[in-house]
Nanobody
Framework: QVQLVESGGGLVQPGGSLRLSCAASGFTFDSYVMNWYRQAPGKERELVGSISIFGTNTNYADSVKGRFTISRDNAKNTAYLRMNSLKPEDTAVYYC???????????WGQGTQVTVSS
């Protein structure tokens, strides 16, 4: 059974940090590009960033560049999103998505809430 389980969300003050995790099971993790998305209330889901299969390449949305870092540990079948210098506008439900390289096959996690507020 395929599962992607996000964790690490919560309430944090502006300027604070969080690290989200995305634990994968049921598929060959190191054959999938890992993506992080977020969806704020009343807004469309947007791509935060991605990391290649072996972690050699990453890319980020302009809104998070320099503050967020995506990494992965293929031995642990887990991807991470490190978020620093958080702003209220980063408040959203954050989702991980596994996208098989060269294919439309993809899996989504259930999401984890991140709230940035004083």
């Amino acid at each position: 059974q395929v599962q992607l389980v996000e964790s690490g969300g919560g309430l944090v003050q502006p300027g604070g940090s969080l690290r989200l995790s995305c634990a994968a099971s049921g598929f060959t993790f190191d054959s999938y590009v890992m993506n992080w998305y977020r969806q704020a209330p009343g807004k469309e889901r947007e791509l935060v960033g991605s990391i290649s299969i072996f972690g050699t390449n990453t890319n980020y949305a302009d809104s998070v560049k320099g503050r967020f870092t995506i990494s992965r540990d293929n031995a642990k079948n887990t991807a991470y999103l490190r978020m620093n210098s958080l702003k209220p506008e980063d408040t959203a439900v954050y989702y991980c998505k596994a996208q098989r390289a060269g294919s439309r096959m993809a899996y989504w996690g259930q999401g984890t809430q991140v709230t940035v507020s004083s």
